[in-house]
């Protein structure tokens, strides 16, 4: 079965310093991964993925993530957080595509509730 | 990308009724998924929803309760049947695109009272 962890309901940190924001996941074979961003009553944002290749990639509003094959991780990062950033957090991974098949759901953790204070 | 135009973007019922939220797409998809979002929880898919086929639903989601329909490959339409206050949600779809993300419509607010 695919599972998606996000350990914390919450996280705080101080404007200009760094933030990390974690997700685990339990997929079989390769799996793709995201991370999106809900503002108060909108829809979910799409900020950044992992498909293949490097481990670290890069998305919007500068944020990174970095996949952790052997810890089955993608923890999303940022530098230096901004008041801004203050907003909920998805991490969702899908399985694999196989050749000729249509794209499936996304399976979406519990999301992660980040406060950033000036 | 796909941009979701998705209505309405809230909306207050009374219980017993039912509620038909529609969303758009600006491409041709052959899947179109519906989640539901409750206060302070993560998103569960409702059901995908095929053009020319029946919808499939997930564990303890029913058509009786959730009708779908999926009359071409840029639209579909959820309805929230004989509705409870437990049914008070945010309601959103999505579709995959060629770049492997989903998008996602700008979400139903859903509160019955």
């Known amino acids: 079965a695919q599972s998606v962890a996000q350990p914390e309901d919450q996280v705080n940190v101080a404007e200009g310093n760094p933030l990390t924001v974690k997700c685990t996941y339990s997929?079989?074979?390769?799996?793709?991964l995201f991370w999106y961003v809900q503002y108060p009553n909108r829809g979910l944002q799409f900020l950044l993925k992992y498909i293949t290749g490097d481990n670290l990639v890069k998305g919007s509003y500068g944020f990174e993530a970095e996949f952790n094959k052997s810890q089955t991780s993608f923890h999303l990062k940022k530098p230096s957080a901004l008041v801004s950033d203050s907003a909920l957090y998805f991490c969702?991974?899908?399985?694999?595509?196989?050749?000729?098949?249509?794209?499936?759901?996304?399976?979406f953790g519990r999301g992660t509730q980040l406060t950033v204070w000036p | 990308s796909a941009v979701i135009s998705q209505k309405p973007s809230r909306d207050i019922c009374q219980r017993g009724t039912s509620l038909t939220i529609q969303c758009q797409v600006d491409?041709?998809?052959?899947?179109m998924f519906w989640y539901r979002q409750q206060p302070g929880q993560s998103l569960t898919l409702i059901a995908t929803?095929?053009?020319?086929?029946?919808?499939?639903?997930e564990s303890g989601f029913v058509i009786d309760k959730f009708p779908i329909s999926r009359p071409n490959l840029t639209f579909s339409t959820l309805t929230v049947s004989n509705m409870s206050p437990e049914d008070s949600s945010i309601y959103l779809c999505s579709v995959r695109g060629g770049t492997l993300e989903a998008f996602f419509g700008q979400g139903t607010r859903l509160t019955v009272v």
């Open positions: 997929v079989s074979g390769n799996p793709y």
């Open positions: 929803a095929n053009q020319g086929s029946e919808a499939t639903y």
């Open positions: 969702a991974v899908s399985p694999p595509r196989d050749r000729g098949s249509t794209l499936g759901r996304l399976y």
């Open positions: 491409s041709q998809v052959t899947m």
